[in-house]
């Protein structure tokens, strides 16, 4: 059984940081592809970002220089570092782990930055 726990999320003062972690079981990590999105009330959830199997990460504008995405295959876990956040990177955060087409997400984590 698949299993994608994220866990980090919290309050936290404009400018300040957090970091995000993504566990996943049942799979073979280091075959997947790892994501992470958000979902702000009354938003369409939208990518912050990915890493490939080898490594490689992509942003979108919104959070590039902010953000960062690792992962540690050894510990199956994913991990999302964030900095200088802002009100705006107010949402839920989620998980998401893939390979071909097949995908798992997490329940998802508060983010709330306060102003």
């Known amino acids: 059984q698949v299993q994608v726990v994220e866990s980090g999320g919290g309050l936290v003062q404009a400018g300040g940081s957090l970091r995000l972690s993504c566990a996943a079981s049942g799979v073979t990590f280091s075959t997947y592809a790892m994501g992470w999105y958000r979902q702000a009330p009354g938003k369409e959830r939208e990518l912050v970002a990915l890493i490939s199997i080898s490594g490689t990460a992509t942003y979108p504008d919104s959070v590039k220089g902010r953000f960062t995405i690792s992962r540690d295959n050894a510990k199956n876990t994913q991990y999302l570092q964030m900095n200088s956040l802002k009100p705006e990177d107010t949402a839920v955060y989620y998980c998401?782990?893939?390979?071909?087409?097949?995908?798992?997400w997490g329940q998802g984590t508060q983010v709330t930055v306060s102003s």
């Open positions: 998401k782990i893939m390979r071909g087409g097949l995908f798992y």
